[in-house]
């Protein structure tokens, strides 16, 4: 009988991820200018991009690990850490920020407990800021896993945390 230790479990399951990390950057590779379509791919096949594929990326598309640090902490669409089981995403473009977002913002953030790019402590959701939802005649928009909400109050945006069930302070 053969016993499986967690630090056994541990390496195979950093194993199984490192090699499903290398598959997706060599279906990606060859593509022009590939560092964003191959950290967009992983971020989708992974939902964030751990610290552990930065030497790989770097090292299959003959980068240092510095550059593709840099292209990851640039750009606010990456996540670097789990997302949560919910993503709220409020608008902060122009039309929005006219129509009351940044009010908006502030209610988010003191009945969630958190600030933007941050996940709530039972993971269960993430605030992200968007700078166009592309929804600017109905501002200030919300989106909630992928659904496009507008003219979104905070009594509004309460329902709409509510009906995604997520515990808040």
């Known amino acids: ?5 967690p630090t056994t479990t541990s390496a195979t ?3 199984d991820l490192a090699a499903s990390m290398r598959q997706i950057v060599d279906a990606h590779r060859s593509q022009p200018g590939a560092l964003l379509p191959v ?3 992983l971020q989708d096949a992974l939902g964030y991009l751990p610290p552990s594929a930065v030497p790989i990326v770097a090292e299959a598309l003959n980068l240092s690990r510095a550059e593709v640090h840099g292209v990851l902490t ?3 669409h990456f996540r670097t850490t789990p ?7 409020i608008c902060r473009a122009e039309a929005c920020q006219s129509m009351g977002s940044a009010a908006l913002e502030q209610h988010a953030r003191r009945r969630l407990g ?5 996940t709530t402590p039972d993971g269960a959701l993430s605030l992200e800021p968007v700078y166009c939802l592309g929804n ?11 659904d496009l909400y507008g003219r979104v109050t905070a009594a509004r945006l309460d329902a709409l945390l509510s009906a995604i069930a997520v515990d808040t302070k």
């Open 136 to 146: 600017c005649a109905c501002s200030p928009a919300v989106m909630v896993d992928g």
């Open 39 to 41: 950290l967009h791919a």
């Open 74 to 76: 640039f750009y606010h």
């Open 1 to 5: 009988m053969t016993t499986t230790t």
């Open 83 to 89: 997302p949560g089981r919910h993503t709220v995403r």
């Open 13 to 15: 399951a950093h194993d």
């Open 114 to 118: 958190i600030g933007f790019h941050d």
